[in-house]
């Protein structure tokens, strides 16, 4: 395995990541109990705001991230024979990859 | 003088002992496999009248072996709970079959060699693969200054991180319970491995520590564990290989540590 698959690299990412998200939420969740928009202008103003879009994106990144550590490590544990896995890692890469893409065309392209 | 109570064995063996659980009948279910006769493996039932003396479940193996079948397999030394042969899966739980009280169990009660490890015959098992990855971490002291008069000294506080990983009898309990080795028996190292990793990484008098982390920095070798814990959980000994892998990622990230020994927790009763 190369060395770009190292162990501690990917168990630190899903670490911390999970930590920003869980942060994110509870930022969210306060946010929307205790100053609810009142419309979907309001919302979507708040929600465009630059620091808040930028968090927003942050928290795609860690959750792909995340979701790329975990699913490698279900992929590494049950899909032995190579050439399967080699796909199997293909397909999950090429899907996380298009959802940043989508993410990313969400927060700043439509709008923009 | 001190005041001493003899006891009177001829009054004892005349005073009859009540009729309790002591003297019922007990139904074991018990996995059997010659490779040279059997075409697969099965379970057969066996009923036990055990005598007071018999406490463990090993008492009630060996009364099976000894009086109904003596054509059961079994590994056992010890008796005691300190060399770890007659690990065995005790009605779904990995367990010391002599130190496990054999009353405490829900009938019947299902006896199986150590899960994922092949089978050799009944309830012994294949241990070659375990004791690789045993070795593969090195379990020995390196350090090749040269060696004082006497001994390698050691502060009492140096040794207390010890305490918690030195304990492990190798019986496989952990290893044999734990899903990442069932998937990667050939690529991680298992619970029983990592924590004696863990004994000589937290060695004050070794001086290899940077390569052991280095031999486990691997995707496979220490990071397959996903922090199932079945391996504390399971542990006859009480130890916490799971705190141990825990341990080893935080050397890894450099986290300065004086947390000292594993520590050694109860262990649940297997029912």
Same mark, same amino acid.
């Given at each position: ?11 630190? &990412? ?12 509870? $930022? ?8 609810? +928009?009142? @419309? ?10 630059? #620091? ?57 392209? *439509?709008?923009? | ?14 005073? +009859? ?5 002591? /003297?019922?009948?007990?139904? $074991? ?7 040279? *006769? ?7 039932? $066996?009923?036990?009248?055990? /005598? ?25 030394? %010890?008796?005691?709970?300190? %060399? ?13 079959? %002599? &130190? ?15 899960? @994922? $490890?092949?089978? &050799? ?29 006497? /001994? ?12 918690? @990983? ?54 496979? *070798?220490?990071?397959?564990? *996903? ?14 290989? #799971?705190?141990?892998?825990?341990? &080893? ?23």
């Amino acid at each position: 395995m190369r060395k770009t698959f190292t162990g501690l690299r990917a168990w630190l &990412i899903q670490r911390v990541s999970a930590v920003y998200m869980l942060l994110f939420i509870v $930022f969210i969740l306060a946010h929307f109990v205790g100053d609810p +928009p009142h @419309s979907y202008a309001a919302w979507n103003g708040w929600m465009m705001g630059s #620091s808040v879009s930028m968090a927003t994106a942050v928290f795609f990144a860690a959750l792909l991230a995340h979701a790329w550590v975990g699913v490698r490590d279900v992929i590494m544990d049950y899909v032995h024979p190579v050439a399967f896995r080699v796909w199997a890692l293909a397909l999950l890469g090429i899907g996380l990859t298009a959802m940043g893409v989508w993410v990313m065309w969400i927060l700043w392209m *439509r709008h923009g | 003088m001190g005041h001493v109570d003899f006891v009177d064995a001829t009054r004892l063996a005349a005073v +009859p002992i009540k009729a309790t659980r002591q /003297e019922a009948t007990m139904h $074991f279910s018990i996995f059997r496999y010659n490779p040279e *006769r059997d075409e697969k493996p099965y379970m057969q039932d $066996f009923h036990v009248d055990l /005598e007071p003396t018999e406490r463990m479940l090993l008492d009630a193996i060996l009364r099976i072996r000894d009086f109904q079948d003596d054509s059961l397999t079994l590994r056992k030394s %010890c008796r005691e709970g300190v %060399c770890g042969s007659d690990a065995i899966n005790i009605n779904g739980r990995n367990g010391l079959a %002599c &130190i496990t009280p054999v009353r405490e169990l829900k009938e019947p009660v299902e006896l199986r060699p150590l899960p @994922s $490890f092949p089978v &050799i015959r009944d309830l012994v098992v294949d241990m070659t693969q375990f004791f690789k990855q045993y070795h593969s971490i090195k379990p020995y002291l390196i350090n090749d200054e040269p060696a004082p008069e006497k /001994e390698r000294l050691q502060s009492p506080e140096d040794r207390d991180k010890l305490d918690g @990983s030195y304990e492990c009898i190798l019986c496989a309990c952990c290893t044999s319970q734990c899903p990442s080795s069932w998937w990667n028996p050939d690529k991680f190292v298992g619970p029983a491995g990592l924590l004696q990793a863990y004994r000589f990484i937290s060695d004050s008098r070794d001086r290899a520590t940077q390569e052991r982390l280095d031999d486990l920095h691997d995707p496979y *070798r220490l990071f397959r564990c *996903r922090t199932i814990m079945n391996c504390t959980e399971v542990c006859p000994k009480g130890l916490s290989p #799971s705190r141990a892998i825990e341990r &080893i990622r935080l050397k890894m990230l450099k986290v300065e540590d004086d947390h000292g020994g594993l520590g050694i927790h109860r262990v649940p009763a297997i029912r």
